[in-house]
């Protein structure tokens, strides 16, 4: 089983940068995706940014350009890199893992973030 701690949040202001990391516990060889998501109050948990074990990426298209999703397998961190930030982007963020040994989606607990105007 995997475990995940997301932390990095805080609040920032608008066009300035936050890097988020995602520190997994256990093996992640099986996860064949990890990802960012966010949910804002009152709305839908939705995909920021993914990362397959290929290294292939995938952004909302309200971030591109914005916002960079890495992975260091040294550490078993991902990180969500984010710059120009808008209010819009304000919500928390959770950190994922889709894994099947054992098979299960894994979350993070979330970390806030507040983009002021």
């Known amino acids: 089983q995997v475990q995940l701690v997301e932390s ?3 609040l920032v202001q608008t066009g300035g940068s936050l890097r ?4 997994a516990s256990g093996s992640t060889f099986s996860c064949n995706f990890m990802g960012w998501y966010r949910q804002a109050p009152g709305k839908q948990r ?3 940014a993914g990362i397959s074990t290929g290294g292939s990426t995938n952004y909302a298209d309200s971030v591109k350009g914005r916002i960079t999703i890495s992975r260091d397998t040294t550490k078993n961190t991902m990180y ?3 710059n120009s930030l808008k209010p ?3 919500a928390v963020y959770y950190c ?3 894994c099947s040994y054992p098979p299960r989606d894994n979350w993070g607990q979330g970390t ?3 983009v002021s105007s």
Not at 20 to 23: D, G
Request: proline share 5%; net charge negative.
């Open 20 to 23: 988020l990391p995602c520190a």
């Open 88 to 90: 819009e982007d304000t």
């Open 80 to 82: 969500l890199q984010m």
């Open 96 to 98: 994922h893992a889709r």
């Open 8 to 10: 990095g949040g805080g």
């Open 46 to 48: 939705e995909l920021v």
């Open 112 to 114: 806030q973030v507040t």
